[in-house]
């Protein structure tokens, strides 16, 4: 039987990721160069994303990676509906992936809760809902090459009640293969407890506060992600929101000899809706966006490669 026949036969009755990876491999393209056709289409979506769907770590479940899977069947150029059809009922977990307490689960505005849950639970978000965000600033390094080289971060955070002793970072990268950064505390926590997927780009690490918070207690930590030079080259930078932060400041700083061709600074809800708007660098190589009492939901900017000359 041939390679197309198989295919046929996988499209009438799957399973999804056996048939969506035949549909890939008949099709020759890479997951690079699907990413890349269907960016073309105005349809952004990760490496690491596809990666899990063909094998079968995670499926299309929220509307726009449903939108994506529509166009994805014509990159394969498969017939439409034939990859969506062999998804079945959705997943009983709800819209973002919800905890007991009502609120949305840690994991859920990443592109793979799944993944992310699973890492997880071998860190402890105990006092995660318990911590006030009042202020949170990130400040992002892009290096000649256009990779992410690191990204420094200061949190303010308030104890509602006593016992608060920790903040869960989690780090993912959309660049398949490549090593996964490293956590380092910079002021007033140290490192806990270190969870690591390398080959979904995950790495989910405790800090440690210097002491357990009473009630109304705040503290000021900072730390930094490091990656390996040099760096992932994703494009964007974005910091997601499960529960409200009263102020929040992204810069995003480009080798001044390396500026972006374009870039815009988004924002999107837990109603999926996203809102953008282009901006240009600064003088000194560098962007940054202010909110002000948002989330849930995501903040962020992406940019386009320079264009040789």
């Given amino acids: 039987m041939t390679a197309e026949a198989d295919l046929r036969t996988l499209l009438d009755s799957g399973p999804f990721p056996v048939a969506l990876r035949a549909a890939i491999t008949t099709r020759g393209l890479g997951l690079g160069r699907l ?3 269907l960016r073309l289409r105005g ?3 990760s490496r690491a994303t596809l990666s899990y769907w063909q094998s079968g770590r995670s499926r299309p479940e929220r509307r726009d990676s449903l939108i994506a899977l529509r166009h994805l069947e ?3 150029e498969v017939p439409d509906g034939s990859l969506t ?9 709800g ?4 905890s007991a307490s009502g609120l949305p689960a840690i994991g859920a505005f990443w592109p793979e809760p799944t993944a992310v849950a699973h890492a997880l639970g071998r860190v402890d978000t105990t006092w995660d809902e318990r911590l006030t965000r009042l202020s949170q600033h990130d400040r992002v390094h892009i290096g000649p090459e256009g990779g992410e080289l690191s990204t420094v971060s200061r949190q303010v955070l308030r104890a509602e009640a006593d016992g608060p002793d920790r903040w869960v970072v989690i780090v ?3 660049q398949p293969g490549h090593p996964v950064p490293r956590v380092r505390p910079l002021r007033n926590c140290t ?11 995950l790495v989910v690490a405790e800090l440690l506060f210097n002491r357990r918070l009473t009630r109304d207690d705040t503290v000021i930590i900072e730390h930094e992600v490091a990656h390996v030079p040099p760096g992932p080259v994703d494009g964007n930078y974005e910091r997601k929101f499960r529960l409200p932060v009263r102020e929040y400041v992204l810069e995003v700083c480009f080798d001044p000899g390396r500026l972006p061709a374009r870039c815009e600074q988004y924002t999107r809800g837990d109603d999926d809706v996203e809102e953008s708007r282009p901006v240009a660098p600064e003088p000194g190589g560098s962007v940054h966006g202010v909110a002000l009492n948002f989330g ?3 903040y962020g900017f992406r940019w386009s490669p320079p264009v040789d000359r």
Avoid: F, K, N, T
């Fill in 172 to 174: 993912h990268i959309d």
């Fill in 85 to 93: 059809a062999l998804l079945g009922p959705p997943r009983p977990r």
């Fill in 95 to 98: 819209r973002w992936g919800y």
């Fill in 191 to 201: 490192l806990g407890e270190v969870a690591e997927d390398p080959d979904g780009g």
């Fill in 74 to 76: 014509a990159v394969l």
């Fill in 35 to 37: 990413q890349e056709r």
């Fill in 296 to 298: 849930p939901g995501c």
């Fill in 43 to 45: 349809v952004r979506i």
